[in-house]
């Protein structure tokens, strides 16, 4: 901290010698310093802290720990946990979840208004989709469902299945229903005020496919109902129905329950007892025919 009054006092006409003496180091240090005044270590600091700054802004959930999982196995840095855990704690990297007694998770600010309006009825495919994640545990952990729902046919248009909650848990939910249904422009994606929904990626994913984000109040029962039917349905059909030893074999049971059974079996009297399947491909064809 000192050697850069050194080169100050330097240049009022104070010798580097007596600054030295007086400052108690040797003249070779300061040399040294000035040739390479950013150590090796300050460098790496500097790095690790951007990164860090990255995946928090993507997951704002994520505390030290899920920092530093993600530093090393998505961004290629070599860093220890305690060596994260120290710059986060500098930086004021924390995660948005309050741990307090008798609390849960604090809804952050929107990004979106509110294009809804607890609506959500649709005239046509492709106009409103609700995306929503729910979780179920384990031997292993739990396993996280991202679902987004079409509003006019109630098809599970896309849907992502993850241990971890991330901001990756949402876009790739929102990739599959981009490319499933064509790349619509226009749709209005509804969620929540979660961080996921809230992401960099993921509202940047919004922009660049011209689809409209849209959020609803903070706790919100008429919000959260939307999707109520669909989670419902698959907590006593799928979640419920045993104890689930691996992750991965829960995955491919929601998986064939929503393509095989809610897709193509379940018929459902708000869609005039039919399956969405059905529903759309009636739809499809009477639209065409116009």
């Known amino acids: 901290m000192m050697y850069p009054l050194v080169g100050e006092l330097a240049g009022e006409g104070i010798p580097v010698t007596v600054t030295c003496r007086v400052l108690g180091f040797s003249t070779q240090a300061y040399h040294a310093w000035r040739k390479d005044p950013v150590c090796r270590r300050d460098w790496d600091d500097a790095h690790l802290i951007n990164a860090a700054y990255d995946v928090h802004a ?20 070599t860093a220890s946990e305690n060596r994260v855990q120290r710059l986060c704690a500098l930086q004021g ?30 005239d046509a495919p492709d106009v409103l989709w609700l995306v929503d994640i729910t ?17 006019h046919s109630n098809r599970i248009v896309g849907y992502s299945i993850d241990s971890r909650m991330k901001a990756s848990l949402a876009v790739n939910a929102l990739r599959m229903a981009i ?49 109520e039917s669909f989670f419902s349905l698959l907590q006593k059909n799928v979640l ?5 030893t691996t992750r991965e074999e829960l995955r491919l049971a929601i998986v064939h329950w929503i393509e095989r059974t809610y897709h193509r079996r379940r018929r459902q009297r708000a869609l005039g007892k039919l399956t969405p399947i059905e529903f759309e491909t009636i739809h499809h064809t009477v639209a065409k025919a116009a």
């Open 58 to 77: 993507d997951d704002p959930e994520f505390g030290y720990r899920l920092i530093a999982d993600e530093l090393v196995h998505e961004k290629g840095l």
């Open 93 to 122: 990297i924390v995660s948005v979840i309050v741990k307090k007694r008798g609390s849960g998770k604090k809804a952050g600010p929107a990004v979106h208004d509110d294009l809804v309006n607890r609506d959500f009825t649709a």
């Open 135 to 151: 979780e179920h545990w384990t031997a292993e952990g739990k396993v996280y469902l991202c679902a987004i729902k079409d509003c």
């Open 179 to 227: 490319i499933l249904r064509g790349r619509p422009a226009g749709t209005i994606v509804h969620s929540d005020r979660g961080s996921q929904f809230r992401s960099k990626k993921f509202t940047r994913m919004l922009a660049n496919n011209n689809l409209r984000g849209s959020m609803g109040r903070v706790s919100s029962a008429g919000d959260n109902a939307a999707m």
């Open 240 to 244: 419920n129905r045993k104890q689930w």
